[in-house]
Structure formats: structure tokens, C-alpha cells
């Protein structure tokens, strides 16, 4: 069955530090992946998204991982920023417009 | 930058009451979707619909919930009868766009007392 899931509930860095946060996920059809912030009070927002056919994006001060053969998929922010804390969440889907499948979050809190 | 509404941005309602919460897709959107959170928890999918049908629910979408796109603008969550256990934030999700990506709005925030 699907399942995306994060190996870290909270994360605390420095400000001006870099931030890497994981994800594993067992769908071997998994076809693309995203990473959503969430803020509090606030819905998913749309940071960075990859297929399965790449291994990295890069996007404005993220970078996206994808390692097939461990299931394994990264964030990457730099220089973190107070701006960034907030609740992260990998996703997946099976392609197209289908449902997304969230893992359950990891919370960035960044020490000024 | 368009975006994805709903109203309201909070509703209190009793067990065993019918509510409807209520979303605005962004407008040249074709897909709609209906996710929810319940506090401290991950976002789960409620429901998926294109065409005016749904094309895909989940377990948690059983037979008190609905959903419909009355007009053109407006997509719709109904609870019928409503239970302690649908308190949660239901976040409404549009796509359609040459990307996947579905864009999400800012929820509503349902408590059942």
C-alpha cells in the first residue's frame, strides 16, 4: 500500500543554517513527490516537486532529492530564514491528478 | 495570484447536525479535491471529483458525506449528520493547471460539540 512517512517530527536550526529534512516512502509507483509547508492556520502551500524520473530540482533556495533505491527523498533549504518555520510535509502521488498521499510533517523551527 | 477560498473560516455546529462548507476553486481549474487534518495530525484525502463525478474517495468518505459543484464557481462538503470525530480543518485543493500541482485554500476549521 502507499505509505510516505518522516523520520524526524521536529527539526530546530540556526538561522542562516542550511535545513535538510527526510522523507521514505514504500509506493515503488510513486511517480512524483512533493514538499508542502504548512504555517499554522494555514493550508498546504506548494514549495518544490519532482518525478521520479529526476534525482534532484532546485528551486529558489530549495533542492529536492529523490534516491529511488532506498525510497528516500530530501529538502533541502538554505539559509534558513525565521520565515521558513513552519510544518513540512512530503507527499506523494501516482501520477496525474490524483490524490495526494501526505506523510506526517516535520516542524522546522528556526533559532534566530 | 488567484487562489482557492472558503467559507467559513470556522463552524461550530452540534452532533448530529448537517453542515456544508463551502470552497471557490480557482477559476480555470477542472479537478477539486476535499482533504482534512485533524489537529496535530497529517492532511488526509477525503475525496476527488472532475466532471461532475467523483473520481476517487477514500474510506473516512462514507455515506454522510458529499459533495457537489452547484454553479460554476462554488464546490461543496456536505456532512449530514455530523459526529464528535469530524472535528478537524477541511482544506479544499484545486488543479488544473499544465503542471499537477494542486493549490490548496486556507481551510475551514469544523468543531463538533
Redesign the interface.
Given at each position: 500500500g502507499e505509505s510516505v512517512g518522516l523520520h524526524l517530527p521536529t527539526l530546530s536550526v540556526q538561522e542562516g543554517d542550511n535545513s535538510i529534512i527526510n522523507c521514505a516512502y514504500s509506493n515503488s509507483a510513486s511517480d512524483?513527490f512533493?514538499w508542502?509547508k504548512q504555517e499554522s492556520?494555514?493550508?498546504?502551500?506548494?514549495i518544490i516537486?519532482i518525478r521520479s524520473n529526476m534525482d534532484k530540482r532546485q528551486g529558489q533556495r530549495v533542492t529536492v532529492l529523490l534516491n529511488k533505491t532506498v525510497k528516500h527523498l530530501s529538502l533541502q533549504i538554505a539559509a534558513t530564514q525565521p520565515g521558513d518555520s513552519a510544518v513540512y510535509?512530503c507527499a506523494e502521488?501516482s501520477?496525474?491528478?490524483?490524490?495526494?498521499?501526505?506523510?506526517?510533517?516535520t516542524k522546522l523551527q528556526v533559532i534566530p | 495570484e488567484p487562489e482557492v477560498t472558503q467559507t467559513p473560516s470556522h463552524q461550530v455546529t452540534q452532533m448530529g447536525q448537517e453542515v456544508i462548507l463551502r470552497c471557490v476553486p480557482i477559476s480555470n481549474h477542472l479537478y477539486f479535491y476535499w482533504y482534512r487534518q485533524i489537529l496535530g495530525q497529517k492532511v488526509e484525502f477525503l475525496v476527488s471529483f472532475y466532471n461532475n463525478e467523483i473520481s476517487e474517495k477514500s474510506e473516512i468518505f462514507d455515506d454522510q458525506f458529499s459533495v457537489e459543484r452547484p454553479d460554476g464557481s462554488n464546490f461543496t462538503l456536505k456532512i449530514r449528520s455530523t459526529k464528535l470525530e469530524d472535528s478537524a480543518m477541511y482544506f479544499c485543493a484545486s488543479s488544473g493547471g499544465p503542471s499537477y500541482e494542486q493549490y490548496f485554500g486556507p481551510g475551514t476549521r469544523l468543531t463538533v460539540t
Open positions: 512524483y512533493i508542502y492556520g494555514k493550508g498546504p502551500q506548494f516537486d510535509f502521488n501520477g496525474g491528478y490524483q490524490k495526494v498521499t501526505f506523510g506526517t510533517g | -
